[in-house]
């Protein structure tokens, strides 16, 4: 089981970014899929949660109405597009999934800053 997430870096407060996470290893469309994130000093956060049907999301309040997470079960993919970033959005951004035991991504890097 592999998770592989993309599309971090810099970005000026009131930007955009979508993040990727390539998913192997395992029945990809039979799974929920999560986005975390780890601001610096601070513990992991979930940020949202998509079903394994893709027709249900969950998200943190911080990030309702923001963000917003898709997948598309033909590539082995879950994406997080996040719109008005601020400096609070500053984070390291993981992908999980629970299979059998909690698979984590190896983490992309968001920056959020003038």
């Known amino acids: 089981v592999q998770l592989v997430e993309s599309g971090g870096g810099l970005v000026q407060p009131g930007g955009s970014l979508r993040l990727s996470c390539a998913a192997s290893?395992?029945?990809?469309?039979?799974?929920?899929m999560n986005w975390y994130r780890q601001p610096p000093g601070k513990g992991r956060e979930l940020v949202g949660t998509?079903?394994?049907?893709?027709?249900?999301?969950k998200y943190a309040d911080s990030v309702k109405g923001r963000f917003t997470i898709s997948r598309d079960n033909a590539k082995n993919t879950v994406y997080l597009q996040m719109n008005s970033l601020t400096p609070e959005d500053t984070a390291v951004y993981y992908c999980?999934?629970?299979?059998?035991?909690?698979?984590w991504g190896q983490g992309t890097q968001v920056t959020v800053s003038s």
């Open positions: 999980n999934v629970v299979v059998g035991k909690n698979v």
């Open positions: 290893g395992f029945p990809f469309s039979r799974y929920a």
């Open positions: 998509s079903t394994s049907a893709g027709g249900n999301t």
